[in-house]
């Protein structure tokens, strides 16, 4: 069975960091793209970080870049965003998702992801 579980999330204060792990089971992450979204209360669905699991290509929105730095460790099939610099605006549930075919711009564009994880809640308050 296919299945990805994000965790690692958590209360944080502004200037803090937080570190997301996204673990696969069920499926081997090489050769995927995998991305991390994220949702805030109201709004849609944005793409913040994505990777390619076979090249190592990094696509990441301009509201995170240089801030979060997403990675992967394919011995222990997982991904990991590293969230440095915290801003309120960073609250919101993070899932992450993985797809096949996406090339990696394309995937945190457009979240049409295969497989979804049910998300970790990220709140950024003082």
């Known amino acids: 069975q296919v299945q990805l579980v994000e965790s690692g999330g958590g209360l944080e204060q502004p200037g803090g960091s937080l570190r997301l792990s996204c673990a696969a089971s069920?499926?081997?992450?090489?050769?995927?793209?995998i991305g991390w979204f994220r949702q805030a209360p109201g709004k849609e669905r944005e793409g913040v970080a994505c990777?390619?699991?076979?090249?190592?290509?990094?696509y990441y929105s301009d509201s995170v870049k240089g801030r979060f730095t997403i990675s992967r460790d394919s011995a222990k099939n997982t991904v990991y965003l590293q969230m440095d610099s915290l801003k309120p605006e960073d609250t919101g549930v993070y899932y992450c998702?993985?797809?096949?075919?996406?090339?990696?711009?394309?995937?945190?564009?457009?979240?049409?992801?295969?497989?979804w994880g049910q998300g970790t809640q990220v709140t950024v308050s003082s």
């Open positions: 990777i390619s699991t076979s090249e190592g290509n990094t």
């Open positions: 069920g499926f081997s992450f090489e050769g995927f793209t």
């Open positions: 998702s993985a797809d096949p075919w996406a090339p990696v711009q394309a995937m945190c564009l457009t979240p049409l992801g295969s497989y």
